[in-house]
């Protein structure tokens, strides 16, 4: 039986290095915001015991992240199921999608 969790991260690009941001005042590139350093940033669920076939996570996650100029289509977000206690196999399953081509979802609180 598997123990499925999701890991879900954000790959944001490093502003700081994007050749077309570039300040209103002066031809180089603007400052990185606070947290966008090119590596993603990663979070994950706790594991569903003993129900591999239909899991289900009823848990919120937050992942922070900087956006610069609402280039969302920039922005990737990647979901990756795994088996608890093989964190370095390779995932069951991965999707992965850009920022922008998402849908604004709702959240339900019990």
């Not at 940033?41 to 992240?65: C, D, H, M, Y």
């Not at 289509?73 to 995932?91: H, K, M, T, W, Y």
Request: glycine content about 8%; overall charge negative.
């Amino acid at each position: 039986m598997v123990d499925p969790y999701v890991e879900v991260s954000i790959h944001v690009p490093d502003w700081a290095h994007a050749p077309y941001i570039q300040s209103s005042s002066s031809a180089t590139p603007s400052p990185s915001p606070s947290g966008s350093t090119g590596r993603p940033i990663s979070r994950r669920t706790g594991a569903v015991k003993n129900n591999g076939f239909n899991p289900v996570w009823q848990e919120a996650l937050s992942l922070p992240f900087d956006c610069v100029g609402g280039m969302l289509d920039l922005i990737f977000v990647r979901f990756a199921v795994r088996r608890d206690g093989d964190s370095e196999e390779e995932p069951i399953a991965v999707y992965c999608v850009s920022l922008g081509s998402l849908a604004m979802g709702q959240c339900f609180q019990n």
